[in-house]
């Protein structure tokens, strides 16, 4: 029997491809479930269960948080990447470094397909399909939830005339936590003017009280709050622990999916939100204009190519080595203060700060120059427009 490799969640659409993949197919089946930080210990467990019970060869629970982190989320924070200034690309980036392990998972044991339980409306299936297609083209993709056009009673029917018969009741929200943020979809995304309930979001409000926190950065990566020290997987982990109490990080994501329709989710990311503004922060003391300047040109970038699959177009290390270049001098601490629903950033303290030159203070005096110094820069600086006045006159 050919092997095909499932890319597996444990719901409802996957264990339908399982099942289907035996029986209409005749395939040995494998199932991977790729961590990116959406699944504790008892979790995994139960998903590996179900997977045997459905009939796998094999299952495999692999944990990716590490490489996640150091080849996505990393390069995240030294972007300050927030897609249409918002989103801080939570589930999109994670996608992406699931379909590598799971087609690295499908050449190791040498699968002949790869299948996935994405529909035909979403960024998801374009995301898996290219990393397949561009890392291993001579596997062939099977999809059939997107092929088949299933309704979910049609899945559930399926599954239950061959002795499945779990619960597969549809929760109100649909919601996919990782190590990055937590998206969540209902009824109210799909419409233009409906906020999600304050019911739908995983993490409820716990605390009222104030707090005030330190973030550790070290050439541009988190590695402690206040007195904790940590790895930055470490610390992005307690950071959501401490701060999801306050609800902080809430928000809705609207943008254009790969495809070309708009889309709606709302989502919870409270340490990356925090991270990515404490870390913009300190940026703003120790870097120079330019470098700020064109960091967020290509961050920009960096975050749409990400969003869009094109995490194995070559530009992407170039724009890497950039971020990881501007990061020297990013090393220091910023103050913040925990609220109800938001927070405020208080300061910073680095070695590096600009603000701490000899030279002046702005807005107060000058140690370097003259006021015959100033006068005469002034006049030079307004050449250009005064040469542009000058010939144009009606202007």
Sequence with gaps: MDKVVVAYSGGLDTSYCVKYLIHE???????????????????????KERALELGSSHHENKDILEEFYQKAVKYLIFGNVLKNNTY??????ERI????AVVEYAKKIGAKYIAHGSTGAGNDQIRFDLIFQTMAPEIEIITPIRDLQLSRQEEMD???????DYSWEKAQYSVNKGLWGTS????????????LPESAYPSQLQKTDSQTITLHFEKGQPIGIDDYKGNPVEVIQKLEEIANQYAIGRDIHVGDTIIGIKGRVG?????ALLIIKAHHLLEKHVLSKWQQYWKEQLANWYGMLLHEANYLDPVMRNIESFLDDSQKQVTGKVFITLKPYHFTLDGIKSDHDLMKSDFGQYGEMNKAW?????KGFIKLYGNANKIYHNVNKEA
């Design 25 to 47: 197919k005749n395939l040995e089946v494998h199932t991977i479930l790729v961590n990116t930080g959406g699944f504790d210990s008892e979790e995994l467990i139960a998903v």
């Design 88 to 93: 801080p690309l939570s589930v999109s980036a």
């Design 97 to 100: 470094f699931q379909a590598i």
């Design 158 to 164: 399926y599954l239950k005339s061959h002795g499945v």
């Design 184 to 195: 969540v979809g209902g009824s109210e995304t799909l419409t233009s003017e409906k906020p």
């Design 267 to 271: 989502f919870e990311a409270a340490a």
């Design 370 to 374: 003259t006021a015959d110094d100033a």
